[in-house]
């Protein structure tokens, strides 16, 4: 919907895509192309804020009619009757209204026939101050068109409730440029224009304007109560102010046999005439005997008769007289609806012959009711809740199927089949005219069936999940390439054959192979074993000067104070013991030399026994001048768990890591703690902390343990020299922690290399040990390893030669 | 979520581990003690626990063995006498004791040398049939690496020609701290992102090396 700006003399329309202004002769926005006049009817509202009520959300629009199904609590307490803020914007904007003059009652004003009805009018005073006094009530007003759009002009308005709102639906019911508002009257209301408004307000007034019970306290018979419910609840809040309602003796609503009370009040006046038959039994609803006895009548005759009667009105007379056309002529561009929104209303309202008055019209008289109704909320409510379900008119209509291209026909008098079973305000909404460009111009799925048939475009009211289409069916199998499938298949076989054992196939012991490595064994023993046995000495020691890591672990040695314990960490298994144990001979022989005292200790369960092994073999092989004693000399702290966690443990706190020393103590002993402590032993007298070692050599043949020890120890021994003593295989991992061009920031302070280390210690030593004594076998050791890997690698290919000429022979065909 | 991930296991493993990396950058001492420490001494205690539920389990498989039908297992038969044995000589004698010694110089550690003499004619007799297997490239630089290696290795090769032997020790040399040490600082700083990158996925529970 667009709102219409009048600047100067020119009408603008301002689009509500894009904001912008358009000439008032446009269809689409020039700025951005949008559509600025609706298909079907023409603007209602000329509020600029676009408050206007039919903007509201759809889910405001549905609020109203959520309340209609409220409980009964409402209506016996009458809640929002008396207060306007809680009563529908219109009715309570109408009391407002009506007090203030500004724009009246139009919809009433419509009802008592307002300027353009030439047969009178019934207006009120306050009306006729009001322009435009032709206009409905906007919830008659909703255009057909935003009906069919989803209604998008139903935009959510948080002035529904406010004063403003009241200006939109009233404004909606104010003359605009294009709005003729024509708006026939009824025929009860056009019966009864000659009547005094002021006397018979509240009888004319539709229900939902009627004042409500506790303002009214009507009488059983009273002519309010042959009104439905909704229209008193507006009457009231309309005109509690303006209004004076003297509910009318009982003699005087008392029914006649003929016409419901208010009628029979227009008969009065008009002198119109009818049977109790053609009365819709709702009328009655206070004369409940009367109206179960019409009601059976009813039944039987399948139709209300009244409504036929009403459906017979001339059309001259209808299209000129029926309120309910102003719908149509608000459009500007429909005929007459005719008789059309009285049947509809009356048919509507003769549902309550059945005794099912709908909930949502009882609760017309609760608090909140808004008068907004979206094509949604149609379309979920059951027809059952309306209390037309019986009602032949409507099964008819709902039967109606369209084609999907067929226009909706402009709905007049004589389709009392459709109109008849639907209230005005639903008729409201139903496509009356330009329904053939609506549906040329709106896309989207046409509905058939239901109040919102001939629209496009509208929101399926199932959810998506609710349709039971069967989901398509996905094969499961992979689509690969036949390469990818050979690829797959090739993979397959290699992880097949990996976890298939394959057997061995039988050698024969007199097998090249079995051969080969029997040499192979027999000579390196036999060149390393002479040797060690006839110790000889014919290869000599290493001369060359010690490198500078051999060296620091000299100076270290030599210099190494005699009341604090060098530690010693045997980190190594027994199998590498023969290279180590001759590595460190040189070490050890020349620190117990000199009477320094040691501290044995080891992160591998059986390093602390070879700690113990080294210091008995060189005590008892090398007589030095001071023996050494467990306990005075040496302590050996024996086996730290935990792994890098345990040494961790045991750089930090020393003491609590380590409290039971590795001696030979037997287990009826160890329950003497204090003799168990190495801590307490005069060797560790002065050692709190790691630092307090002047010295730390790591005898290990694994990366692992020299990294743990670097990393974990090596800071907390601050001026701690770490050492370490490694294996040949050892040695290309631990050398990245010596070699650095800063000696202040070395992690290794000495490193000596396997078997070769320890003989160019003890060369430099001049001294004779274990170094010594392997040297020969060593040297010849090696080179004959490197003689049996030529020539085994020889035979081997020799041999592998001689096979693939010989299958290559056996393959060639004999000619 | 997953029921079956132990929540209390990863918990206590997540919780412990920054609780240590925490109280490594901000020591906390209450009631006068080094919370660090005192989970360091828990991680000690339970890896000697560890250590000693592997002994049991070693234990209870081969006498499982040992009760099975079929051959005799003669092995497990001789693990379990020398398990027993020395488990009661070091428990009663003493772990330096002379019976405990004597278990270690004569029978662990001849044991275990020879399995690394053993080792050494595997691995001659496996150089040997390497260019019978395969011939390419890189077997043939394996193998002369390993040649050159023990070659300046011997003693005996230096002292019979001093001037080759010369040279072949700055060669060992050369190939220890170029070749050798760089792909072992390699290896060193790839340990160093690996422990990171664990520590970190332990920490975030991604890794349960404890199980689950």
């Known amino acids: 919907m667009q709102t219409v700006h009048t600047v100067g003399k020119m009408a603008d329309i301002r689009c509500q895509m894009c904001g912008k202004f358009n000439p008032d002769d446009l269809v689409e926005c020039k700025h951005c192309g949008a559509r600025l006049k609706p298909l079907i009817a023409p603007p209602l509202s000329n509020d600029d804020s676009g408050t206007n009520w039919a903007n509201a959300s759809q889910e405001d629009t549905l609020s109203w009619l959520r309340g209609l199904g409220q409980d009964e609590e409402n209506q016996e307490s009458g809640l929002g009757l008396d207060d306007t803020d809680d009563l529908p914007d219109w009715p309570g904007s109408s009391s407002t209204q009506i007090e203030s003059a500004s724009s009246g009652l139009d919809w009433m004003d419509d009802v008592r026939g307002n300027a353009s009805i030439d047969s009178g009018a019934l207006r009120d005073e306050s009306v006729e101050e009001t ?16 009906v069919s759009e989803q209604n998008p002009s139903f935009v ?68 309010d109560d042959d009104l439905p419910s909704w229209l008193k609840s507006g009457e009231s809040s309309l005109f509690e102010q303006k209004t004076q309602l003297t509910p009318e003796s009982p003699s005087d609503t008392e029914l006649d046999g003929e016409f419901p009370d208010w009628l029979d009040s227009l008969s009065r006046k008009t002198g119109m005439t009818g049977k109790l038959g053609e009365m819709p039994e709702w009328l009655d609803e206070n004369e409940p005997s009367l109206a179960l006895e019409k009601q059976d009548e009813a039944d039987e005759e399948g139709t209300l008769d009244w409504l036929a009667t009403l459906g017979d009105v001339p059309e001259e007379e209808s299209g000129s007289e029926d309120w309910g056309a102003g719908v149509g002529s608000q459009s500007g561009s429909v005929g007459t609806v005719g008789g059309l929104t009285l049947d509809s209303e009356d048919s509507f309202i003769s549902a309550f012959d059945k005794g099912e008055t709908p909930d949502w019209l009882e609760s017309l008289q609760g608090s909140e009711v808004d008068y907004l109704e979206t094509s949604d909320t149609l379309s979920e409510i059951e027809p059952s809740s309306w209390g037309l379900e019986q009602t032949p008119e409507l099964e ?29 305000w639903v008729n409201a909404f139903r496509p009356i005219d330009g329904a053939d460009i609506a549906t040329e111009y709106t896309e989207g799925k046409l509905e058939r069936i239901g109040p919102l048939a001939g ?44 976890s298939v054992p394959q057997s061995i196939p039988d050698v024969s012991p007199l097998s090249s192979q079995r051969i080969l490595r029997v040499i192979i064994g027999i000579v390196l023993i036999l060149t390393m074993v002479f040797p060690l046995i006839s110790g000889t000495e014919n290869i000599p020691l290493p001369t060359q000067p010690l490198p500078q890591e051999i060296q620091s672990i000299w100076n270290l040695s030599n210099s190494a104070p005699l009341d604090r314990p060098v530690l010693v960490s045997m980190d190594f298994d027994p199998g590498m013991s023969g290279e180590l144990e001759v590595a460190a001979a040189a070490v050890f022989d020349q620190l117990m030399a000199r009477g320094v005292p040691l501290a044995i200790v080891s992160t591998s369960p059986v390093g602390a026994g070879l700690g113990e092994r080294q210091v008995a073999y060189l005590q008892s092989n ?194 | ?189 790839g340990i160093a992102l690996g422990t990171i990158a664990t520590g970190i996925r332990i920490l975030m529970g991604a890794d349960r090396p404890y199980g689950g």
């Open chain 1, 455 to 498: 629209l496009r475009g509208l929101l399926n009211p199932e959810a998506d999940i609710a349709k039971t289409t069967k989901p398509p069916t996905y094969s499961d199998s992979l689509q690969v390439s036949s390469s990818q499938h050979a690829n797959a298949q090739l993979l397959q076989s290699l992880i097949e054959t990996e």
């Open chain 1, 622 to 815: 090398f007589p030095y001048d001071h023996h050494y004693v467990y306990g005075e000399d040496y302590v050996n702290l024996g086996y730290i768990a935990g792994g890098t966690a345990g040494l961790a443990n045991f750089a930090l706190i020393p003491r609590q890591s380590v409290v039971m020393a590795y001696d030979s103590r037997p287990i009826w002993e160890l329950l003497d703690l204090d003799a168990g402590n190495p801590w307490l032993s005069p060797v560790m007298k002065n050692i709190t902390l790691l630092k307090d070692f002047p010295m730390t050599i790591i005898l290990t043949d694994s990366p692992d343990i020299a990294r743990n020890w670097v990393e974990q120890v090596e800071p907390h021994l601050q001026d701690n020299a770490l050492t370490m003593i490694v294996s040949a295989q050892a040695e290309p991992f631990v050398r990245p922690y010596l070699e650095n061009t800063d000696p202040t920031n070395r992690q290794l302070e000495g490193l000596l290399v396997g078997l070769r280390g320890g003989a160019s210690y003890e060369q430099a030593k001049n001294s004779s040990f274990l170094g010594r004594l392997y040297w020969d076998a060593f040297g010849v050791g090696v080179l004959v390893a490197v003689l049996l890997i030529l020539a085994g690698g020889g035979f081997n290919y020799l041999d592998q030669l001689n096979k693939t000429r010989r299958q290559a022979r056996k393959s060639k065909p004999r000619k």
């Open chain 1, 131 to 146: 322009p435009g006094s032709g206009s409905l009530p906007s919830w008659l007003s909703i255009d057909e068109e935003e």
């Open chain 1, 156 to 223: 959510e308005s948080p002035e529904m409730e406010s004063p403003s709102t009241e200006d939109d639906w009233l404004n909606t019911l104010s003359s605009e440029d294009s709005l003729t508002a024509t708006v026939s009257l009824p025929d009860w209301a056009e019966q009864s224009k000659d009547f005094a408004p002021e006397e018979q307000l509240s009888d004319d007034l539709p229900g939902r304007l009627a004042p409500s019970p506790q303002e009214v306290t009507p009488e059983p018979d009273d002519f």
């Open chain 1, 396 to 424: 008819d209509w709902q039967d109606t199927e369209r084609p999907p291209q067929e226009p909706v026909r402009t709905l007049s008098p004589e389709d009392s089949d459709i109109s008849g079973g639907l209230p005005s």
């Open chain 2, 1 to 189: 979520m997953n029921l079956k991930i132990p929540i209390i296991s990863t918990t206590i493993a997540v919780t412990s581990g920054l609780a240590v990396l925490l109280l490594y950058f901000s020591p906390l001492l209450i009631a006068n003690v080094d919370w660090r420490t005192v989970l360091l001494q828990w991680a000690t205690s339970l890896g000697a626990v560890a250590l000693l539920v592997g002994l049991i389990n070693l234990a209870s498989v081969h006498s499982r063995r040992l009760d099975d039908e079929g051959p005799f297992p003669v092995n497990s038969l001789v693990l379990m006498l020398a398990m027993i044995i020395t488990f009661i000589v070091v428990l009663v004698f003493g772990p330096t004791s002379v019976g405990a010694m004597f278990i270690l110089n004569y029978i662990q550690i001849p044991v275990e040398t020879s399995l690394i003499a053993i080792l050494a004619v595997t691995l001659i007799y496996a150089s040997a049939r390497l260019v019978r297997r395969k011939i390419d490239t890189f077997s043939i630089v394996f193998l002369s690496t390993g040649l050159v290696i023990l070659l300046t290795t011997s003693p005996l090769v230096t002292d019979l020609f001093p001037i080759v032997g010369e040279r072949l020790q700055a060669l060992r040399a050369w190939f220890t701290s170029v070749p050798a040490s760089g792909g072992a600082r390699g290896i060193l700083l």
